[in-house]
């Protein structure tokens, strides 16, 4: 158990629907990291947030948005869904920023979210 | 665009002999790289890492080695044990910020 949760663990869904993932990182982590993995692709980083601040952003769409929350749990909103956006997404936390040597990423379990 | 390529998707080992993932990647401003294991149902966890002014860094049975010439990274798993069945992300960092690319995992059974 890496200490990371995330809620619901499936997630079925309509296309044009919004759908709304949550994470809570481990105890005392500042940052949050969501990633989306899709058949057969690696883990595909969307963004970072490091005490409720965006840090950094990946491959993110315009129809997903993300925030972290004073408590530092964190929501990955997608909206407008496509059948293309069928995947797991994957939330971690880091203690700090994430780049120093040491400072490594905790993930959740993943969300699997089904788009039909 | 993919930065990092675990170009094998699959490997199978016999039990107590060697298991070796390979990873190559393009980006020669990489400074930090780790190795992840992924159970089905659960998500990546961290298994091994070493910075790019290393050349090989072990924990246990697993090392890892970077040829930072060849921009190649390898985890080696000696002996194998039916428990390391799994799928291994490796990844890599940045200098200039810490987005983490990861490749597309390899599949590794060991046949007791």
């Known amino acids: 158990d890496s200490g990371v949760t995330q809620t619901p663990k499936h997630l079925i869904t309509a296309t044009g629907q919004r759908v709304t993932l949550r994470c809570s990182p481990r105890?005392?982590?500042?940052?949050v990291y969501w990633y989306q993995q899709s058949l057969d692709q690696g883990l595909q980083f969307l963004i970072q947030y490091y005490n409720g601040e965006e840090r950094a952003k990946g491959n993110i769409l315009e129809r997903f948005s993300a925030q972290q929350f004073p408590d530092l749990h964190s929501e990955l909103n997608l909206s407008s869904l496509e059948l293309g956006d069928s995947a797991l997404y994957f939330c971690a936390s880091s203690a700090f920023f994430g780049s120093g040597p040491t400072d490594t990423q905790y993930f959740g379990p993943g969300t699997r979210l089904t788009v039909l | 665009d993919q930065q990092v390529k675990q170009n094998s998707p699959s490997l199978s080992v016999q039990e107590g002999r060697i298991s070796i993932l390979n990873c190559d990647y393009t980006?020669?401003?990489?400074?930090?790289f780790l190795w992840y294991k992924k159970y089905p149902a659960e998500g990546p966890t961290f298994l091994i890492s070493i910075s790019s002014i290393k050349d090989k860094n072990e924990d246990g049975r697993f090392t890892v080695f970077l040829n930072k010439s060849a921009k190649h990274l390898s985890l080696h798993i000696v002996p194998s044990q039916p428990g390391d069945s799994a799928v291994y992300f490796c990844a890599a960092r940045g200098n200039t910020g810490n987005q983490f690319y990861f490749g597309t995992g390899t599949s590794l059974t060991v046949i007791p």
């Open positions: 105890s005392g982590d500042l940052s």
């Open positions: 980006n020669s401003m990489f400074d930090y």
